[in-house]
């Protein structure tokens, strides 16, 4: 037995921090009626639960992994289709949202989003792509100067990106690529730490490039404090806000970062695959003698369809482009990076901070309720330490304890070794799911 059946159900007032939750599902409705962001949830289409057949809706906390598709986005594309069959070439120019410059659709959203500014951010390609593309800018290695730092727990293709450039640059990575473990018997990095690997390394290193939210662990690093300690040694730094970018608050322009980019199908909503970002920092984007990867369109606009052979590069993020983007595919994004416009990072923030802590404390009052402790939040306790999601380390047969879940309508995903994820994403999740999951967890821990 992992807990005392029917914790949940005790309606005692717990203080966490500066907030007072409770346990019963009455203060979970609550907590619903009173946020300010419920209606947000009726955008979106709540697929239903894969294993009852009664249609109900499935406790989805999965929008770190693919977030949920507006209802607004079907339209959208239907939209473009239409516009393609109507006009044909012309849709370039007199589609209802003219083809060639669809990705400016996007430029204030997207780059409010991040905080960044106007020209800072451009949707395009993919994530692993992006990485790509603007490390063939930002790393330049040169033989005093030529580490990369990263997370030892960095996504897989992050690290595969990393090693494959400094093959690229004719180097080794085990002596170029410096990967961050966390202290013995600990799961996250600790500023410190980072910061003093930085600073130990110090003129060797050519690029620092984090995840700003670890995939695994859910931690979201001091970006600024990290950012500011790269520079001072002269390196560049880079962020993958995969799980950061609509996650949590970010200032990218003020805290002068270098570059970034994210992917839109995970917490942005912009369906599987969906068009990536990109942030150049804007001292970087006015600088059009950087060397970069050129397509055209990158180029002035001005001057692309001049057709000539010399690459005149537009400032900004959007110089760093290459070909005419997926219409379709740009529509859900456009339709996506509204709906965060309307709701406002600092709202959804707020919604986020409150949301995971009420997950937080009733998964705690579930590990110690009594008998063994078979999960563990293994994602900082400290709101400024995460986003909405938390890893729960499982001790005991990980895997099966995900399907139980599966099959209790629960959408939540499992991490090898023996890390669930589960979050809840402040547009379209509500306390009372929060509720119900916790609930379920407790059932499921107790046949175990
Ligand atoms: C999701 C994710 C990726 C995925 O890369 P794609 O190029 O979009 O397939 C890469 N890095 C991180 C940190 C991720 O979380």
New binding site residues.
């Given amino acids: 037995m992992a807990s005392a059946p029917g914790v949940l159900k005790a309606a005692t007032e717990v203080l966490v921090g500066e907030r007072t939750f409770r346990a019963d599902e009455a203060y979970a409705r609550s907590l619903d009626d009173a946020d300010p962001l419920g209606a947000l949830r009726g955008e979106f289409l709540i697929p239903p639960s894969p294993t009852h057949a009664d249609g109900r809706e499935s406790l989805y906390l999965c929008g770190n992994s693919l977030g949920l598709q507006p209802r607004a986005a079907r339209q959208a594309v239907l939209e473009e289709l239409d516009d393609w069959a109507r006009l044909g070439v012309e849709g370039h120019l007199g589609g209802k949202h003219p083809w060639l410059n669809y990705h400016e659709l996007m430029r204030e959203t997207g780059a409010r989003l991040v905080g960044a500014q106007a020209g800072e951010v451009v949707m395009m390609n ?4 992006n990485l790509h593309l603007l490390m063939a800018t930002f790393y330049r290695p040169t033989a005093d100067r030529f580490r990369i730092i990263i997370e030892d727990d ?2 897989p ?2 690290s595969y990106a990393v090693d494959s450039q400094v093959r690229w640059h004719g180097r080794k990575p085990s002596e170029t690529v410096v990967r961050l473990k966390p202290r013995e018997g600990e799961d996250c990095l600790r500023t410190e730490d980072i910061l003093g690997e930085i600073d130990r390394l110090g003129s060797s290193v050519a690029l620092v490039m984090l ?1 700003g939210v670890n ?1 695994l662990t859910g931690e979201w690093f001091d970006m600024p404090a990290i950012t500011r300690a790269g520079h001072r040694v002269g390196a560049t730094v880079g962020w ?1 806000l ?2 950061a970018a609509g996650n949590v608050p970010m200032s990218l322009h003020d805290w002068d970062v270098d570059f970034a980019a994210w ?1 839109s199908y ?1 917490y942005l909503n912009s369906g599987p695959g969906a068009v ?1 970002g990109a942030f150049v920092h804007e001292r970087h984007g006015r600088d059009t003698t950087l060397n970069r990867l050129a397509g055209w369109w990158g180029n002035d606009p001005s001057t692309r369809f001049d057709m000539r052979p010399g690459f005149v590069p537009r400032e900004g993020a959007d110089g760093w482009q290459l070909s005419n983007p997926p219409i379709l595919s740009m529509a859900p994004v456009r339709v996506s990076l509204d709906i965060f416009d309307r709701a406002t990072m600092p709202a959804l923030r707020a919604k986020s901070v409150l949301l995971t802590g009420y997950l937080e404390y009733l998964l705690n009052r579930i590990t110690n309720g009594g008998g063994r402790q078979l999960i563990e939040i293994i994602t900082p306790g400290e709101e400024i330490r995460r986003g909405c999601q938390l890893s729960l380390a499982v001790s005991d047969r990980p895997k099966e304890l995900h399907k139980e879940l599966q099959k209790q309508g629960v959408i939540c995903d499992f991490r090898e070794p023996n890390v669930i994820r589960v979050a809840p994403a402040p547009l379209y999740n509500t306390f009372h799911e929060v509720w119900r999951f916790a609930e379920i967890v407790e059932r499921v821990l107790g046949r175990h």
């Fill in positions: 993919s994530l692993t792509v960095a996504f293709s992050d995840g995939y993958d995969a799980h992917c995970k990536a």
